[in-house]
């Protein structure tokens, strides 16, 4: 055997290796099959080529030479058919496909006459090497060269505007493609008696190795599973081809060795398979247990119903069964036009993923075009190196979508984890859907309790306050009576009535003034913003929130400018949200240490000429660095179940910046308290009618209470 005849056998095993792998990666897809179908050609002329060189008579020589050449008359098109699948050029370029198809066809009837090949002869230190006839020449301008050079100058244009993998993938074709044809050139040179070895030949394996290793650097397939399948396809072939070759060369049986390899070659693809099946079960034994798990994690989930536990649970399952490096979920903010990370984990240490992802970055739009979990590498992007992303899908809509880091010890993700992962996108979604649709539930639910609540506290404070005015006007009755009764009353008994009295009316009226600031704080609101002072909130708020502030003797400081500030607002809806601190404080302040003060600050300032600054700050419990802006979120809350529902500082924020202003919190951590910042714009333009309007309905409120 010389070196050309074990050069074309290798070049036909490792052809024949690495097309079974390509085209059992996906069957269906096309350029697996288009990949396939070249490789199919390119081992009958690798074959071919090694039986001729081993050939020692003329005849089978020369029909030889005449079955390599169907390999390489159809190598061309079924080449420029993968490429046009590879760069998605199939439907625009299927015109062109056919011409060169059907060229081949007229090359291949051509291959049996003299015409192509008209006999082999002794050339240069070979035994026997073809003649070309006269349809060899157009074969190899019309074929070879035209239809090579035109899928190259493709994948060149497509190379310049292709980004991530597809750019690596072109361009590791490209170099395989000018090794192995430029190799396979190199025969065509005795044909015309021209004294050049075929020494390129070697160069197809060299070419078949680069595209190899575009495979399997490029994710197509894991590293592991390629090189088991291809040990044990070259040791079943080797075996189904060494026996005849056995038989034949060295003991001269050839009819034996004929129906030997008959035998051989039907039973060596299941022979195959079947070692493959058991090599694919051990190496795949892991990978299939934790794939069992997440289909165990699709089933469960539609029974969590509280969205934040749902999407703690995904992320912890998943890190612990994949054994991944981290892995992060991210949720759509339709508002804020960008996904934000809600939960995070790291195997081991800490991880520190992206905050948020807008709508236009180059990950979303990626995930929006692909809707199947991508593999790392076909995305680049700058923001972070992900392993997998996986989106999850309402229709036409990303609720979200899934990041996970590498698997351990290098492992490659493959198809079988994008099936299962995208089973996962598919049950997630629906999971996320019916928790958010629980939550909304719950906050109409909330909202209606909210309703109902503040119509029976509109009739108590109605009903509270009819008996108190009521008592008012006795008890200035009374003191009319005590003027009367004056003389036969002594002027210290006198005295000590008259105290008591007034402590009475003072009393009396506070609660007067505390239920009128009920009754105005419950009343539904329009929306409507008016010119208000901010003195007028304040003193409502005060109102409202005294009791509780001396029922658990909590010190109360206020701090307002001189001057009147004047706002544009809605006074029930910012009363509101001062209630919510306040009510927030109280409890916070409650469940703080015990040596710590209890103290709430109130300070507003103007901030500059146009802006309204108000510090709220207590002495209470605090809140972690971690909890600061999740705490606006719905459903958010610090608090015990019972004490909150997780809506107040989320209402509040949705308030404030609704009066194009903004809230937020600062805290030293637990047991340390926490201040709240609202800014709100000033109204510099207030007009001296709207200040009359404003003063006569602060009169028509007085008269009101007067009566």
């Known amino acids: 055997m010389n070196f050309y005849a074990l050069s074309a056998l290798i070049n036909g095993i490792a052809t024949s290796a690495l097309g079974i792998f390509v085209y059992a ?21 690798s074959y071919s080529y090694f039986f001729w060189q081993i050939s020692t008579q003329e005849i089978p020589a020369l029909f030889w030479c005449r079955a390599l050449m169907v390999g390489a008359i159809f190598i061309p098109p079924t080449y420029l058919h993968f490429v046009f699948s590879l760069l998605d050029l ?9 011409f060169y198809y059907i060229l081949g066809f007229i090359f291949f009837i051509l291959n049996f006459t003299p015409l192509f090949i008209k006999s082999v002869s002794p050339k240069l230190f070979f035994r026997y090497w073809p003649d070309a006839g006269i349809a060899y020449l157009p074969f190899l301008f019309l074929i070879y060269f035209n239809c090579i050079t035109y899928a190259i100058i493709l994948m060149f244009k497509e190379h310049r505007r292709a980004v991530g993998i597809k750019r690596e993938q072109i361009k590791y074709v490209i170099m395989g493609a000018f090794l192995g044809f430029g190799g396979g050139a190199t025969n065509y040179a005795l044909w015309y008696n021209i004294p050049i070895p075929p020494v ?8 078949i190795g680069i595209m190899a290793y575009a495979i399997l650097k490029y994710r197509l397939m894991d590293i592991n599973i390629a090189l088991t399948r291809a040990g044990i396809f070259v040791i079943v072939y080797l075996f189904v081809l060494g026996i005849p070759f056995v038989l034949g060369y060295k003991y001269g049986q050839w009819q034996l060795a004929t ?12 022979i195959f398979m079947y070692f493959q099946r058991r090599a694919e079960a051990i190496l795949r034994q892991e990978q299939l247990q934790y794939q069992q798990d997440l289909r165990g994690i699709s089933s469960t989930m539609m029974l969590i119903k509280e969205l934040e536990r749902l999407l703690r649970t995904i992320v912890l399952r998943v890190v612990d069964i994949v054994n991944v490096g981290w892995a992060g979920i991210y949720l759509k903010d339709e508002k804020e036009l960008k996904y934000i990370l809600k939960s995070q984990r790291a195997r081991t240490g800490e991880i520190h993923l992206p905050k948020e992802f807008y709508f236009d970055s180059a990950l979303v739009k990626h995930l929006y075009k692909a809707r199947l979990p991508i593999i790392g590498e076909e995305i680049h992007s700058s923001e972070l190196k992900v392993g997998l992303a996986v989106p999850c899908f309402i229709e036409d809509n990303l609720l979200g979508f899934l990041l996970l880091g590498d698997k351990p010890k290098g492992q490659l993700y493959d198809q079988s984890d994008v099936n299962e992962f995208t089973l996962l996108s598919n049950q997630t979604a629906l999971a996320i859907e019916n928790c958010q649709f629980y939550s909304q539930e719950r906050q109409r639910e909330h909202f209606r309790r909210i309703a109902s609540l503040d119509r029976q506290i509109d009739c108590m404070a109605h009903e509270m306050d009819n008996p108190i005015h009521a008592t008012l006007g006795v008890l200035g009755s009374i003191d009319i009576a005590l003027d009367e009764l004056k003389e036969l009353i002594p002027a210290d008994k006198m005295d000590y009535l008259k105290q008591k009295l007034a402590r009475v009316e003072f009393n009396a009226g506070r609660v007067s003034k505390m239920i009128s600031a009920v009754k105005e704080f419950t009343k539904p609101t329009t929306g409507e913003l008016s010119v208000i002072t901010l003195q007028q909130i304040i003193d409502s708020f005060i109102a ?20 009147p500030l004047w706002l544009r607002a809605n006074k029930v809806e910012i009363e509101q949200v001062l209630v919510n601190l306040g009510i927030n404080s109280v409890q916070a302040i409650k469940e703080a ?35 600061l802006e999740d705490i606006f979120l719905d459903f958010v809350t610090t608090k015990a179940s019972s004490e909150g529902t997780g809506l107040g500082l989320s209402i509040s924020r949705k308030i404030i910046s609704r009066h194009r202003g903004k809230i937020w919190a600062e805290s030293e951590g637990k047991g340390r308290g926490a201040i709240f910042h609202i800014e709100l714009p000033i109204t510099n333009d207030v007009t001296e009618e709207e200040k009359r309007k404003f003063t006569d309905e602060q009169n028509e409120d007085k008269k009101r209470d007067l009566i």
């Open 593 to 627: 240490p015990k040596e710590n003060k209890k103290e709430i600050t109130l300070k507003a300032y103007p901030k500059d000429i146009s802006t309204l600054r108000i510090d709220f700050q207590d002495t209470g419990s605090g809140i972690e660095e971690k909890l």
């Open 200 to 207: 390129g030949n070697i160069l197809v394996s060299v070419g």
């Open 259 to 270: 129906w030997v390899t008959v035998i051989l070659a039907t039973a060596g693809p299941f």
């Open 90 to 98: 199939y439907r625009e370029k299927k015109k062109v496909l056919i």
């Open 544 to 563: 409202i929130i005294n009791p509780q502030l001396h029922h658990y003797g909590i010190n109360f400081t206020l701090g307002l400018p001189q001057e």
């Open 25 to 45: 990666k996906n069957r269906k897809g096309i350029v697996n099959r288009c990949y396939g179908l070249t490789t199919i050609f390119i081992g009958i002329w």
